[in-house]
């Protein structure tokens, strides 16, 4: 596999981030089989949720069901191919994988050489776990396309990208769970202790192509700035006067950059939060309870976080199992990381005795 990989790196016209996410080496293929020890180990679904008895005498119960197959399309990056391979199988789903064409070559033989035969030793259907081999943008939109055959679709990579594919499969009746906007917030509120809010924004830029790493810095106008600021620049991290919306996680060219902006309040800060950022996680600094209520109360993203960087907007940090990625989306169902645990339909099973009747 590795082979493979190298070839697949030499061939890929990308920027830094995104060569870095394709390359594999040693230790990240340790990490890769220690993921998949760690679902191997979790505890399988539970089919039935909750059971009652209606005073007619039908028993009800609310059970999990498998979707049944689930595409994947996402960033050229093979260690995702895992990671979505591993919750769909574990929440008893078949899947059939897309990859960026930069990382075809390495998925192919992941799929072929390492899950296809591990299966086979395991006596389980191989075919289980399909692959798009064409690298080309029109296996994703074909992946989108097939209603009957594939209901469900996760989008993960860049936002355009993944709304474009959103669209097509809302045409052909697709559902899809998408993960494609990013990027935290962190609110320092004026009763914030300074030394906190630092040591906050550092564990907020510890990595900088990721999703949950710190985006947008709000700070109150009562607050000195100046601090926070030279932590930045310490970082090698740009302050930047720029729109909420942009994730600079996806911008190669500048994504040294954290947009930072003044705020007269806390509720302007949650109406910032709420309605020009992606939704994914926003975090307070503030030693003043009541306003730390305030905030968690009033953000309506994914995660929100006292005292704690927005890095931790992961599934396996947060839950103990890995994710296929971060779903921001407002519709109820899986939201915030999703993991195998959120892979499935609700049935409702009712068994009656035969003198039951509306």
């Known amino acids: 596999m590795l082979r493979a990989n190298e ?36 505890p399988p679904l539970d089919r039935e949720i909750e059971r009652w008895t209606l005073p007619n005498g039908l028993d009800v119960s609310s059970r999990r069901i498998p979707v049944g197959v ?14 979505v391979a ?14 960026g064409g930069a990382a075809l070559g390495t998925v192919t033989v992941l799929v072929d050489d390492v899950l296809r035969p591990a299966l ?4 389980l259907p191989p075919d289980v776990v399909a692959l798009v081999r064409s690298p080309d943008r029109a296996g994703a939109r074909a992946l989108v396309s097939l209603p ?12 355009p990208v993944t709304a474009e ?6 045409e052909h009746g697709v559902e899809t769970l998408a993960h494609a906007e990013g990027g935290g917030v962190l609110y320092v509120d004026e009763h914030a202790r300074p030394d906190l809010a630092e040591a906050i924004l550092r564990a907020s830029l510890d990595r900088l192509g990721v999703c949950n790493r710190l985006n947008v810095l709000l700070v109150h106008r009562a607050v000195d700035a100046a601090p926070l600021v030279r932590v930045l620049g310490e970082l090698g991290v740009e302050a930047a006067d720029a729109p909420l919306s942009h994730e600079w996680a996806n911008d190669p060219e500048r994504v040294a950059t954290v947009t930072v902006r003044t705020v007269d309040s806390l509720t302007e800060a949650l109406a910032l939060a709420n309605g020009e950022t992606s939704g994914l996680a926003a975090g307070v600094v503030t030693e003043n309870a009541d306003a730390a209520a305030a905030f968690l109360d009033g953000y309506r993203g994914t995660a929100a976080f006292w005292h704690a960087p927005t890095r ?9 199992a890995p994710e296929t990625g971060i779903n921001v989306g407002l519709a109820p169902g899986p939201r915030g990381p999703v993991t195998y645990r959120d892979l499935w339909l609700r049935q409702l099973r009712v068994v009656g005795d035969g003198t039951q009747h509306r």
């Open 165 to 170: 594919l959103a669209r097509v499969a809302a």
């Open 70 to 83: 689930v595409g994947a399309n996402f960033e050229a990056r093979p260690a995702v191919a895992l990671d």
């Open 312 to 320: 931790f907007t992961d599934g396996h940090a947060l839950t103990g």
């Open 7 to 42: 070839r697949d790196v030499a061939a890929a016209e990308l920027d830094a981030g995104a060569l870095d996410r394709l390359r594999l080496s040693d230790e990240r293929l340790d990490d890769a089989e220690e993921q998949l020890r760690v679902m191997a180990k979790l």
């Open 120 to 123: 086979a030793e395991s006596e």
């Open 86 to 99: 591993s919750q769909l199988l574990k929440s008893l789903n078949a899947c059939v994988l897309r990859t």
């Open 148 to 159: 009957r055959l594939v209901p469900l679709v996760i989008l993960r990579g860049s936002g």
